[in-house]
């Protein structure tokens, strides 16, 4: 039997550092990432057969679970008919219908192949539809690894301690302004677009202060410019409805990934008609995929939307407040200040007193150290965290009480042996 860090060593011949997305290397929680060989509902199994309680689920698009039978059988099904053909599909016309009937005041929608792609094309059609040239983002957010967007960028980035990143012009960035997350900029009629993560969750879990996100609805409304929403955690995850809906309040442009393709790369962003006729072939604003609404990956999302109704959030957002709480307490009783900041469905986990509200006070607390010890502690008895200190749980809606009691268990041993 290969061992995991025997794969690592061959992986890294081959591949940089050994992974295809930085934050797989452990490098900010160190040792050796334990290789998948498959993975069931809430658990997920390495080559030298360790089990684990998963809640990363691939950051996120796990919602129902890995390998839900429904969704395996309809990927099944679809790959036998062709996987690609470079030409439309019914597919591809019913998981929009279904997107647009769920989002209030989003009429089209166009999908592509990642979230990265989603954002990227997003802003420049915001560019394209205003003929204006800055965008703004906030510190601590991740909307994906586009040039204009990387800038002090959330999650992978933030976990290599990249402020920035080589290989991005100072041209490519010149248009991007950087503001503290929760502090309501001052733009003016030369900005696109303002793009947020309505709740951050890429800075460990960062909710919206109150007022926040109608504040930016309002300076984009009296400047003219897009508010695009973030919504590739959010969306499908947070309510039926995503963040818009969870917040009453709408951006002129939606941003979808994760959750949307039901495993399979998806990426997807609309907007209101007129914003998005902007698009080629209706106007100026190329955009294109090979692989954008692929079969499988329309089929799987389908199916993982079907599943999803109102009854699917209620019971996500009980299961991720029984994993808050109970985790809460299981941390006091061992003596650590744990913080488990929640909005909805969403989870983070941060040590320290209170709870960020920004990138500078997130990063304060997942520099402290603790994150890494709790993560190995953790993985030994079976329980895996993401290995960065600034990614959420994802529980799911195949982790029920037992599951998450028995995670409460398993923390608690784990926390002994600190
Ligand atoms: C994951 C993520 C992205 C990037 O999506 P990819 O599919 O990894 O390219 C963009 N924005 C947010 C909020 C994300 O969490």
Redesign the pocket.
Known sequence: MISNSELFLRAKQVIPGGVNSPVRAFGSVGGTPYFVTHAQGPYIYDIEGNSYIDYVQS??PGILGHAHPAVVEAITKTAALGTTFGAPTEAEVKLAEMVIERIQGLELIRFVS??????MSAVRLARGATGRNRILKFAG?????SDALLAAGG?GVANQGLSGCEGVTPGAVADTVVAPYNVVPEIDETFAAVIV?PVA??MGLVSPNSGFLEALRKVCDETGALLIF?E??TGFRLSYGGAAEYFGVNPDIW?F??VVGGGLPV?AFGARREIMENIAPLGGVYQAGTLSGNPLAMAAGRVTLEFLDRDAYKQLTTTAARLADGLTDVFSSAGFSALLPRVGSLVGLFFGEKSPTNFDEAQELAGNGVYPKVFHALLQQGVAFAPGPYEGLFPSLVHTDEVIDRTLDLTASALESI
């Open positions: 950051y996120g990642s979230g990265t792609e989603a954002t957010c991740y909307h994906g690894h999650s993560e969750a890429n973030d590739v955690i941003c990934g994760k990426g």
